[in-house]
């Protein structure tokens, strides 16, 4: 869950209608730099090693820096366009993220789809088996379901 939704829900609804936007903002860092002077805490007393006067936040002006420097260079390369939605990837469990599935609200269903996609080739596959079941089909199930016009394949890599 964001900072901003964390320090959201511990304020009430008053208080909450009287910030601006840079007042959030400025009570969400406030809160994110306390949260990890916490969190520090806990980990030196754990015993876990690290850079503790150079830690690593995305909050922080040189890494907002760095990231716009990239994003520059990348449009100066024409990498930059309007185009469909980002699909968003989990290394760890290899599958594609919807948005909500990156911060859920409280009380959040998902709704998905099943879907069928025709198996036209595969190197994995044994040699003939599309010959014997030429409408062989793999099923999936997202709840990305606007990623689905975008699809070009199903990768088990």
Not at 26 to 36: C, N
Not at 133 to 154: E, G
Request: charged share 20%; net charge positive.
């Amino acid at each position: 869950m964001s900072v901003v939704l964390v320090f959201l829900k511990s304020m009430d609804q008053k208080a909450r209608n009287d910030l601006t936007p840079l007042k959030l903002r400025a009570k969400a860092a406030k809160f994110a730099k306390e949260t990890v002077k916490k969190q520090m805490s806990s980990f030196k007393r754990y015993g876990v090693w690290a850079d503790w006067n150079n830690p690593y936040l995305i909050l922080d002006p040189e890494y907002e820096a760095a990231q716009i420097e990239v994003f520059g260079q990348m449009a100066l390369k024409g990498y930059i366009y309007r185009g469909r939605k980002p699909v968003h990837w989990s290394p760890s469990s290899w599958t594609a993220l919807a948005m909500s599935e990156l911060e859920y609200p409280e009380g959040h269903v998902s709704k998905s789809i099943y879907a069928i996609f025709k198996v036209l080739k595969s190197p994995q596959m044994p040699s003939g088996l599309l010959q014997e079941f030429p409408n062989l089909c793999l099923a999936i199930w997202t709840t990305t379901p606007w990623t689905i016009p975008a699809n070009a394949d199903i990768d088990f890599d």
